[in-house]
């Protein structure tokens, strides 16, 4: 109210007023993070002995978006696979790139992260194996194998462009990734292969345990964010012994042709004279089966006489 009146009927003459008092105010920044989380899958997919007496170790690599993976009453992290989940509003671009060139000479642009490749293997003396060499070979648009050096490379990732994922995402948004690393090891038989008269704890296969870590960092952000993951190949190897392929054949006089009466497979894995004793006792099989097939064969069959 006025002091002649009150607010709803201010008195005669008595008009209302407005006046504007200015304060001191400031709007604190406004800051845009992404709820993205990337992680790293790593699992073993077996070995293969090379004609140069090399061994090459193979794993399967994936660089995904983290989620979850309920099994059971369990809830573990693992790799998104939806396309529709990269294809989401909001998705942050990494501030890493690298420039590829395929396998068809053209270079193009990929968001990367940095992933580093730990080997780790003990040989049969106790020491420690190092690599010959190791190799990231990315799945998608034919990318060429990349080798690792030092322990660490920038590994491109797939981008969202051309992918089913909608319109509304960043072209450069990384994509769900896949890749095979190959680890090659000199020496497969000495380093590798034990021999079948060797102890049992000297003929397990040696692991090889590969970890793998990411380092990755989105565009905005100053901190960088990390994963890894470990994936562990026995490889190895036990040598058979030697072995006597022992056979008898008889050849048949009329049709000058030949069949095997008998065969047995005699394992070196005996001392001489146990091998002499049963050699002895597998060619007296083999006597007793050509007596017998004589007398199968050569009794002459009993003539018919018909009289007319």
């Excluded at 690792?148 to 769900?176: F, H, M, R, W």
């Excluded at 901190?223 to 058979?240: C, H, I, L, M, Y």
Aim: glycine share 6%; aromatic share 8%.
């Amino acid at each position: 109210m006025d002091r002649t009146g009150t607010t709803d009927k201010p008195a005669e003459g008595i008009e209302p007023y407005t006046k504007t008092i200015g304060t001191t105010s400031t709007l604190n920044d406004l800051e845009a993070v992404t709820d993205d989380e990337w992680m790293i899958e790593k699992e073993a997919n077996g070995f293969t002995p090379n004609a140069d007496g090399t061994v090459t170790v193979k794993y399967n690599l994936s660089i995904g978006l983290k989620g979850t993976t309920v099994e059971g009453d369990n809830t573990k992290d693992s790799i998104i696979i939806d396309p529709g989940t990269y294809g989401r509003e909001g998705r942050a671009a990494f501030t890493d790139k690298v420039t590829y060139e395929s396998t068809d000479g053209t270079e193009v642009s990929y968001p990367a992260v940095k992933l580093t490749e730990t080997l780790t293997v003990t040989g049969k003396d106790g020491n420690p194996m190092n690599a010959q060499s190791i190799t990231v070979t990315p799945s998608f648009d034919n990318l060429a194998p990349i080798t690792v050096t030092n322990g660490s490379i920038l590994v491109p990732l797939d981008a969202c462009e051309g992918q089913t994922t909608g319109t509304t995402v960043d072209k450069d948004a990384p994509y769900l990734s896949n890749y095979t690393v190959e680890v090659v090891y000199e020496n497969y038989e000495d380093n590798f292969v034990a021999h079948y008269y060797d102890s049992k704890e000297e003929q397990q296969k040696l692991d090889v345990v590969n970890e793998a870590d990411i380092e990755y960092q989105f565009y905005g952000e100053t901190n960088k964010r990390t994963d890894e993951s470990e994936a562990t190949q026995p490889v190895g190897d036990v040598t058979k012994p030697a072995a006597i392929n022992l056979s008898k054949y008889i050849v048949d006089y009329k049709t000058n042709t030949s069949k095997c009466t008998a065969g047995r497979i005699l394992p070196m894995t005996q001392s001489v004279e146990r091998l002499h004793t049963r050699f002895k006792r597998v060619t007296k099989k083999f006597r007793t089966s050509i007596s017998l097939m004589r007398r199968q064969e050569y009794i002459p069959k009993s003539r018919v006489v018909t009289e007319s």
